[in-house]
């Protein structure tokens, strides 16, 4: 069975820091990707980053970029989302996904290029 595990969400002030993971299992980690999007209330999903476990290549939205960063460890089947800087803009459900991407070609930016999704955890940016 698949699954994708996401845990550290929170509140948060602004400015501050967390770190999200997506524990990984039921399928090949090595060979797929994992990407992080985020849902607002009354808006679409966005992804704002995504990693290759096949060649290490990442992808960031312009609007984390500098400020978000996508770590891998792939001994632990899991991936993290350390998040800086964070403003309430950044306030959402965060989902992590997993599927067979190529961020280099830009495969992986949105959410039908994954087969697998977790269930989400919130994160509130409080001014």
């Known amino acids: 069975e698949v699954q994708l595990v996401e845990s550290g969400g929170g509140s948060v002030q602004a400015g501050g820091s967390l770190r999200l993971s997506c524990a990984a299992s039921g399928f090949s980690f090595d060979d797929y990707g994992i990407g992080w999007f985020r849902q607002a209330p009354g808006k679409e999903r966005d992804g704002i980053s995504c990693i290759s476990m096949r060649d290490g290549s990442t992808w960031y939205d312009e609007s984390v970029e500098g400020r978000f960063a996508i770590i891998s460890d792939n001994a632990k089947h899991t991936v993290y989302l350390e998040m800086t800087s964070l403003k309430p803009e950044d306030t959402a459900i965060y989902y992590c996904?997993?599927?067979?991407?190529?961020?280099?070609?830009?495969?992986?930016?949105?959410?039908?290029?994954?087969?697998?999704w977790g269930q989400g955890i919130q994160v509130t940016v409080s001014s």
């Open positions: 996904a997993a599927g067979n991407i190529r961020p280099r070609d830009g495969f992986g930016l949105l959410p039908e290029d994954y087969l697998y």
